[in-house]
């Protein structure tokens, strides 16, 4: 038999019931799962060791959650924010992309049938939303939402006040050829 923790649990009947129903859940994280197991364990005065061998961990492991539950309560138990980069882009520059991107191109006066993440990204830069970004960071922005621009396809407008004279120029002409050795009708396309 183990050492006798300095951390004695004792459990209330509501907080039994919480721990069991979390020992049972199959649908959640192991580890969440783990924790109440370790916790109904001390609390039926099983050494660190003991518990640690049973649910395969370590008794370090043990002893951490057993003291976290003796000082938090069913609280301790759950994953405390963990410190980490800060952001580099917040909350107005991803609002900025987002409506950037439900925009059309063409009513931001852009030549471009639909957005890519690079034209997007340049687009950020030349409007001063940012001082740079990259196309992966705005993909990753736009993908929290399911926006994806890159599939919508639109209408450019022609800008050129002579377009429909310099697009009636003379264009292929196509004829239909009979190949006689393969039956098979073919389409050839043949300049003028």
């Not at 039994?16 to 039926?44: N, S």
């Not at 990204?121 to 926006?147: H, K, N, P």
């Amino acid at each position: 038999m183990g050492a006798k923790s300095p951390f004695g649990i004792s459990l209330t009947p509501k907080d039994r019931k919480a721990l069991e129903c979390r020992a049972r859940a199959y649908t959640d994280p192991y580890c969440k799962v783990i924790r109440a197991k370790i916790v109904l364990l001390a609390a039926e005065g099983l050494a660190n060791t003991q518990i640690a061998a049973r649910l395969d961990t370590s008794p370090q492991v043990v002893n951490r959650w057993r003291k976290r539950f003796a000082e938090h309560g069913l609280e301790g138990l759950n994953d405390q924010l963990r410190s980490g980069r800060p952001r580099t882009f917040g909350a107005t520059v991803a609002a900025e992309t987002k409506q950037l991107a439900c925009e059309l191109p063409a009513t931001t006066g852009v030549p471009l049938s639909r957005w890519s993440c690079m034209e997007l990204a340049r687009e950020l830069i030349a409007r001063g939303v940012v001082g740079a970004i990259s196309a992966a960071t705005v993909w990753r922005i736009l993908v929290t939402d399911a926006i994806r621009p890159w599939f919508h396809r639109s209408w450019i407008a022609p800008r050129d006040p002579h377009f429909a004279v310099k697009a009636a120029g003379p264009g292929p002409v196509r004829r239909r050829v009979r190949r006689r050795d393969a039956g098979r009708t073919r389409v050839r396309c043949v300049c003028r």
